[in-house]
């Protein structure tokens, strides 16, 4: 039977979904973001998928997500995007100091997968964090510092934009550290798998899509890296995305 318990770790609200009968037992690790506007819940059909295959799968809720929601307007939290990208990092390592801490982490068999934001988030922990062992980036882009910049020129069209031209620059400065497409080496050939649909509006097909292209050549075994493209699927994971999904961790964790 799978269970899905909600707990709270270092103040991280998340529900832990793993098949009851080794629920005790070290297990490899799944941690999947949710998307902007979105919470841990919205991600169950995947973490039920993996939990039957034997993995812990870890699903918390973002900064100003979910448990976390605080009564912001639309700009305020627009404003705010980058910042919970920041704190998704910070809580991934605290949640695999706690896995490790309660025994639960299988030879560090640790993965990290995301829809959108959380793909954005997947995409840069892999610039700070190489104990990620496998990843997953649904619908979400590795140029970070690119993304930004579409995002700003987005608001700019709106009255409510308050942020001054050197708050936006310093945005632009502190991505950088965590723009995977600007540090291609720190993947070090670890596998990555991509979905994305073509008409997605919201985060550019293209990032991924080119990023995938640049970064292919560099990888020795080719079943490493993939890149799964659906046409005419917009912002949106279809099963077919989540049974991929669950097919490559199967394979790479």
Do not use: C
Request: proline share 5%; glycine share 6%.
């Amino acid at each position: 039977m799978i269970t899905v318990s909600r707990e709270k770790w270092n103040e991280i609200p998340l529900l832990v979904v793993v098949d009851a009968e080794k629920s005790g037992e070290p297990l490899p690790v799944l941690t999947y973001f949710h998307g902007y506007t979105s919470a841990k819940e919205h991600n169950l059909p995947l973490a039920y998928l993996l939990a039957e295959k034997g993995y812990r799968v870890i699903l918390p809720d973002s900064m100003l997500h979910g448990d976390r929601a605080e009564d912001l307007s639309t700009n305020e939290m627009n404003v705010r995007f980058f910042d919970i990208v920041g704190q998704n990092i910070k809580d991934l390592q605290m949640i695999k100091d706690t896995l490790e801490e309660k025994n639960m982490l299988l030879n560090g068999r640790f993965g990290l997968a995301g829809t959108s934001m959380g793909g954005i988030t997947t995409a840069a922990a892999l610039t700070q964090y190489p104990w990620i062992k496998a990843s997953a980036i649904l619908m979400g882009s590795p140029k970070i510092t690119d993304y930004a910049q579409a995002l700003v020129d987005q608001m700019k069209s709106s009255s409510d934009f308050m942020m001054t031209d050197e708050e936006v620059n310093a945005v632009y400065r502190q991505l950088e550290p965590i723009d995977l497409s600007k540090q291609q080496d720190k993947l070090y050939e670890r596998p990555l798998f991509f979905w994305h649909g073509e008409a997605d509006p919201v985060v550019p097909f293209d990032h991924a899509y080119s990023f995938y292209k640049e970064v292919v050549p560099y990888y020795k075994n080719p079943e490493s890296i993939r890149f799964l493209r659906e046409v005419g699927r917009g912002h949106k994971v279809s099963r077919f995305a989540i049974l991929e999904t669950v097919k490559w961790f199967e394979m790479q964790l």
